[in-house]
């Protein structure tokens, strides 16, 4: 069981380019979830996806931020334009209940 | 809309002491109730889930407790080692029916030899 697959782990970039954030959710997982922590705020939910369909986007920052869920096995998290304010651990996670979230060792974005 | 407060200072205790860390709520009380361990550069992992339904939780070490009339949710080791130092984490689901948890920013324990 390889868990939750995400990439890069580590991203450093320009204030303005686009970033793009990858995961592979366990096989079988019906729910697809994107977090970002910071020590200030902690962690947050950004959105979340039941069989392939966004159900609750309303932690999504702004505009600049964008998600989609092609497939079962496969999400993306898009920047555009990234900010400096968005550095931060980004953490995918998936569920098959309501119950236990297994999350992936997460995405460290640097925005200089 | 609903606030998680965990202590936000480090708990530093002696092995072999019980631990005891506290999550507390302010609005609605949750169906299920969560704990988490983070440990450094890594992402949460799933602890025990507790109902609101249920008083006390145990597994192996870990006992969880769920006070609905405190908002309060207790998370206790016993017995620490230094290899249960981590942060730890609470999470409250946002509603009925719903996947969505509401995480509290975590408390940091450490267990000195």
């Known amino acids: 069981d390889a868990g939750v697959i995400q990439s890069p782990r580590h991203e450093v970039t320009e204030m303005g380019q686009e970033v793009t954030l990858r995961c592979k959710p366990i096989?079988?997982?019906?729910?697809l979830f994107w977090y970002r922590q910071t020590m200030m705020r902690g962690l947050e939910l950004l959105i979340y996806?039941?069989?392939?369909?966004?159900?609750?986007d309303s932690g999504m920052p702004e505009d600049r931020f964008s998600a989609k869920m092609p497939n079962a096995s496969f999400s993306t998290l898009k920047i555009q334009p990234s900010e400096p304010r968005d550095s931060a651990v980004y953490f995918c996670?998936?569920?098959?209940?309501?119950?236990?979230?297994?999350f992936g060792p997460g995405t460290r974005l640097t925005v200089l | 809309s609903q606030k998680i407060e965990q202590n936000s200072e480090a708990l530093n205790i002696q092995e072999g002491k019980t631990a005891t860390l506290t999550c507390n709520y302010t609005?609605?009380?949750?169906?299920?109730l969560q704990w988490y361990r983070q440990d450094p550069g890594r992402g949460p992992v799933f602890l025990l889930l507790?109902?609101?339904?249920?008083k006390e939780k145990r597994k192996e070490r870990l006992k969880v407790t769920f006070d609905t009339t405190l908002k309060q949710s207790l998370f206790h080791i016993t017995a620490s080692q230094p290899a249960d130092s981590a942060t730890y984490l609470c999470?409250?689901?946002?509603?009925?029916?719903?996947?969505?948890?509401?995480f509290g920013t975590g408390t940091r324990l450490k267990v000195l030899a």
């Open positions: 996670a998936s569920s098959s209940s309501t119950d236990t979230q297994y």
């Open positions: 096989s079988g997982h019906n729910s």
């Open positions: 996806f039941n069989n392939n369909v966004p159900i609750d």
């Open positions: 609005n609605y009380s949750p169906a299920y």
């Open positions: 507790i109902r609101e339904n249920e």
């Open positions: 999470a409250l689901d946002a509603g009925s029916g719903t996947y969505k948890y509401i």
